[in-house]
């Protein structure tokens, strides 16, 4: 379908993507300048976050991308399957968990769990992403006068030819961003109906999970669980590493780790680390429990209708790899320099197909970061160190050294600790209403045990914050912009954090807690 000349407003954009997706024989739709075989500066295949920036960035730099994607909307698996429902879930986990804590108190009603449904979150979620596909496919089009084929599969030809819906396109560069798709783990059991990952879990579930068993720890494990559990689906999750100690995660500071790993058991989520899955056992042909080693070697059966998998994601790179022969690490991620280029130039690969987090800020900046380079800029995108979260019933924050990295770094002796509660022994913290912050106010007058944990990791020497670590709501903004201060060469130092206008009450006391120790010359812990 040529839609170059159509200017689809948003309900008609949605139709189309909704009748595109629900029939498999759909055309592909084309937004294509029309001009006789003409070269693409690059042609981006994929067109989630990775593909849509750089190739917006692309085109705004005076370049000529195009982007080719499977799917009938651009953005990808973010809005389609993605972070926008995990987000969708946890404010849903974060609201449940407020109304059970206070149910029946104040001006909040009796806690209804028979309302909590899983199941109907997923279609409030499958109801609404379309107009998220409609604006990135509008935007993309009408704004950013991108051109694109969508609901159409790339074949890569060589790295100058593309082929899709019936048509060949000739480029200088290609750009991968094909993506990833959850891993599953080796053990029998996994094609039993009542098996999902959270992909699965928006596209098929059909039922309301009564008992959930999660296999991994990973962040999804974590997020997706504490959503099940506050929704009353009681959870047990199974995992090989400790939570919050995968080695994808860095800079974890044990303090919050505990805090945050505590607070999902105190709400009854049943956390079993250390753990081996052995097996997924069904009756006719559904879930009936899963089979776990324990730490201790003892093998328990839990009963189960639900199993959510949790287990990490691997890139898609078998077309790229076969084809144009790209180096592929042990990992299985594309091996690239710092401008995105893989072993084979005029190749780039971006967003999960590389190494590193496969979050937002990376895929987007590293299709950038490649467009910048195609168009000849000479510009290194290194993301070996970046602001952290996830989230439980909480959000978690968290950007450069832990407490025990900087011990290690800087010497027992010159690491200074601001945090709140303070770790005064017999000070009685649980029962200390601070953090009394914007988010957990609610908490601390009456729950106090349940209102956060903050942590300031300090040089003493330099005076330079080097880390900070937070649990609470409402603080992931201020940490986008942390992470760029204490990471300038110059840093940030605890005189100019405490120098700084606090909007009070803030989510998190950084900027008044180091003014109240800035005047040491020396400074110490509080
Ligand atoms: C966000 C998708 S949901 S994109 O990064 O704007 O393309």
Known sequence: MDLRNEHLNLGEWMELIDSSLADPGSEPLLNLEGDEDPVYDAVFVGGGAGGRFGASYMKAMGGRPLIIDAWPFLGGSCPHQACVPHHLFSEAAEELDRMRWFS?????????????????????????RGSAHAFMNWQTKEQ?????????????????????????????????????????????????????????????????????VIIGGSKVAMEYGSFFQATGCDTTIVSRSPLMRTKVLHHVDEDLRRYVVDGMRQRGMTILEEATPISVNGVDGSVRSVTVRLVTGEEVELETDFVFLGTGERPTVEQAQKTLGIEVGPTGRVVVNKRMQTSVPGVYAIGDMISGPMEMFKARKSGVCAARNIMGEDLEFDFTEFPD??????????????????????????????????????????????????????????????????????????????????????????????????????????????????????????????????????LRHM
Request: net charge negative.
């Open 389 to 522: 979260f996830l989230h439980t019933t909480y959000e978690v924050t968290w950007v450069g050294l832990s407490e025990a990295e900087a011990r290690e770094t800087y010497g027992d002796d010159n690491v200074i600790i601001i945090q709140m509660p303070p770790y005064v022994e017999g000070l009685d913290t649980p029962n200390l209403p601070l953090p009394c912050a914007e988010g957990t106010m609610l908490y601390a007058f009456s729950k106090p045990e349940l209102s956060g944990f903050q942590k300031l990791v300090i040089d003493g020497e330099s005076r330079k914050v080097v880390g900070a670590h937070h649990v609470g709501y409402g603080a992931k903004d201020a940490f986008q912009y942390l992470d760029f201060l204490i990471h300038r060469p110059e840093g940030l130092t605890i005189d100019t954090l405490g120098w700084m206008n606090e909007l009070f009450l803030n989510p998190e006391h950084f900027v008044q807690l180091s003014r109240l120790r800035a005047g040491n010359a020396k």
């Open 144 to 212: 950013l006068d991108v051109e694109y084929v969508l609901n159409a599969r790339a074949t890569i030809v060589d790295k100058h030819t593309v082929t899709a819906a019936g048509k060949t396109f000739r480029t200088k560069n290609l750009v991968l961003g094909m993506g990833a798709r959850p891993v599953n783990p080796d053990i029998p059991g996994l094609d039993l109906r009542g098996v999902y990952d959270f992909v699965s879990l928006v596209e098929e579930l059909d039922y309301e999970p009564t008992r959930c």
């Open 104 to 128: 029946d108190e104040l001006f909040f009603p009796k806690f209804d769990a028979s309302r909590a449904s899983i199941l109907e979150l997923v279609k409030l979620f499958l109801a609404g």
